[in-house]
């Protein structure tokens, strides 16, 4: 865990691709904390570190989206939780399906060192929902809460206009390949156009360093492109086994996840597919 300064009381937790990062605004009323991490005890080390950067107490939290890695560390603070209106849907249906008392066993089984899922973890939702927009006036900060969607349906990105800050969420992937397993990638192109027009100059990202949005067009112009040649294949008849295996397919600059380059081709093909169902 390794805490960074981006402007004068706007700090981001980076975890150097372990595991999700965070962030911390201080304003005059305490803390504001942006994702809890992905284990109640790294929540834990979250919080002492934040109260002990800021003399304070951690009087708010907000989730840019559902995924485990922002959340599970939500029960470390006695704050309440901002996020959009869909995230508390999102994440009940996904502890349905993954957190069910025998999953988690059968987890735990094989992963002996998550027995902290068994023993700890309560799930925290948000108390406080917004849909669009929303505007918290919090002295010395004005920050704006996006919903964007994309890269899950709840994902939403925390903006510092003033500062020049933007807090992406897994919006934005730096250094490594962007996941897109549960994505609309259409989506996800607009969420980071829209990321571009709002014009910070420092984007923490929800894994990897910050960028600026120079990266984040980068990061739209693979999404693009991996549009419009699987469309191009699908139109030329080609099975989704060949299209997997396609060498003419954009790959990310790193290529250092293959299996989540061969995951992004089959969920565009997926996409593609679907659009072209009759109704």
């Not at 005059?28 to 904390?33: F, N």
């Not at 834990?44 to 570190?49: N, Y």
């Not at 109260?51 to 304070?56: P, V, Y």
């Not at 929800?206 to 419009?228: F, K, M, N």
Request: negative net charge; proline residues 5%; glycine residues 8%.
């Amino acid at each position: 865990m390794r805490f960074s300064e981006i402007r004068p009381g706007v700090h981001a937790c980076l975890m150097d691709n372990q595991t999700a990062n965070a962030g911390f605004v201080a304003t005059e009323r305490g803390a504001v904390v942006i994702d809890t991490l992905n284990t109640p005890a790294r929540g834990r080390q979250l919080a002492s570190s934040v109260r002990s950067a800021t003399a304070g107490q951690v009087f708010l939290v907000i989730n840019t989206h559902w995924h485990y890695d922002h959340t599970f560390g939500n029960q470390a603070f006695d704050a309440p939780v901002i996020a959009h209106c869909s995230l508390s849907t999102e994440l009940a249906n996904a502890a349905a399906r993954d957190l069910m008392p025998v999953a988690i066993a059968a987890w735990v089984s094989e992963h002996p060192e998550d027995r902290w899922m068994a023993d700890e973890l309560e799930l925290v939702y948000p108390s406080i929902a917004f849909e669009g927009r929303l505007v918290l006036d919090l002295a010395p900060f004005r920050m704006i809460l996006h919903h964007l969607g994309g890269h899950t349906p709840d994902s939403s990105v925390v903006d510092l206009p003033e500062e020049g800050v933007l807090f992406a969420g897994d919006l934005v992937f730096e250094g490594r390949v962007p996941f897109l397993r549960q994505a609309n990638i259409k989506d996800t192109i607009q969420a980071l156009g829209r990321i571009e027009s709002l014009g910070a100059r420092t984007v923490v990202p929800g894994h990897g360093e910050p960028c600026d949005t120079s990266y984040v067009g980068q990061i739209r112009g693979y999404l693009e492109a991996l549009q419009e040649q699987v469309g191009q294949l699908i139109a030329r008849g080609r099975e989704k086994a060949d299209i997997l295996d396609s060498d003419k397919l954009p790959q990310w600059w790193t290529d250092d996840r293959p299996e989540l380059v061969r995951a992004n081709v089959e969920r565009a093909y997926e996409e593609q597919i679907k659009r072209l169902e009759p109704d």
